[in-house]
């Protein structure tokens, strides 16, 4: 069974950047591109954007342009997303979810257990 | 505020059916396949349906989706306690150029 394991919960002051971690088993990591989704507290789910391992490339929420990055380290099968110049608003868990590879557009797959990141001072 | 919307809640008895609709546009639902995912409380999203209608593996067909036009929806036949739950439409924007999930509609079983 795929399994998408997340980074821990992380605390950050506002400005600073968080980086979490998504590392995947049991499938062949460059074959299936990654997603990140989040959800703020008692909200809907938002997407960040996606990440193909095999080459890197990425596409991001327009919203989150500028501060997003996805990256991938094909020797541990783990993706990584850091986001920067965190304010209050981005406190929410944070979810890796794969992309399910089909011939009609995205959908999400699998999913990661997800990582609570909260933005306080 | 989500380009799909959704109603914030729908309730039901048990072995009952209930729908939830997902009303968007043409730059999405329109045009491009709708997924459906469940959250159960303090769990991380499910798929429940891809590609507007196919079920995947290990989903029960009490699950069922469809779609007409600019609008999908999401039926739930045989209602359990166990459905209990959030439940998101989504779907690719080609005018946001971005992926979108509805607002979210939680099921609540009388």
């Known amino acids: 069974q795929v399994q998408l394991v997340q980074s821990g919960a992380e605390v950050k002051k506002p400005g600073a950047s968080v980086k979490v971690s998504c590392k995947a088993s049991?499938?062949?990591?460059?074959?299936?591109?990654m997603h990140w989704v989040r959800q703020a507290p008692g909200q809907g789910l938002e997407w960040m954007g996606i990440i193909n391992p095999n080459g890197g490339s990425t596409t991001y929420a327009q919203k989150l342009q500028g501060r997003v990055t996805m990256t991938r380290d094909t020797s541990t099968s783990t993706v990584y997303m850091e986001l920067s110049s965190l304010r209050s608003e981005d406190t929410a868990v944070y979810y890796c979810a794969r992309d399910g590879a089909g011939a009609k557009g995205w959908y999400f797959d699998y999913w990661g257990q997800g990582t609570l990141v909260t933005v306080s001072s | 505020q989500s380009v799909l919307t959704q109603p914030p809640s729908v309730s039901e008895a048990p072995r009952q059916r209930v729908t939830i609709s997902c009303s968007g546009g043409?730059?999405?639902?329109?045009?491009?396949?709708v997924n459906w995912y469940q959250q159960l409380p303090g769990k991380a999203p499910k798929v429940l349906i891809y590609y507007d209608d196919l079920l995947p593996s290990g989903v029960s067909d009490r699950f069922s989706g469809s779609k007409s036009g600019t609008s999908a929806s999401l039926a739930i036949s045989g209602l359990q306690s166990e459905d209990e739950a959030d439940y998101y439409c989504a779907a690719w924007d080609a005018s946001l150029n971005g992926y979108v999930f509805g607002t979210g509609t939680k099921v609540t079983v009388l």
């Open positions: 043409s730059s999405n639902i329109g045009n491009h396949a």
């Open positions: 049991r499938y062949t990591f460059t074959s299936y591109s």
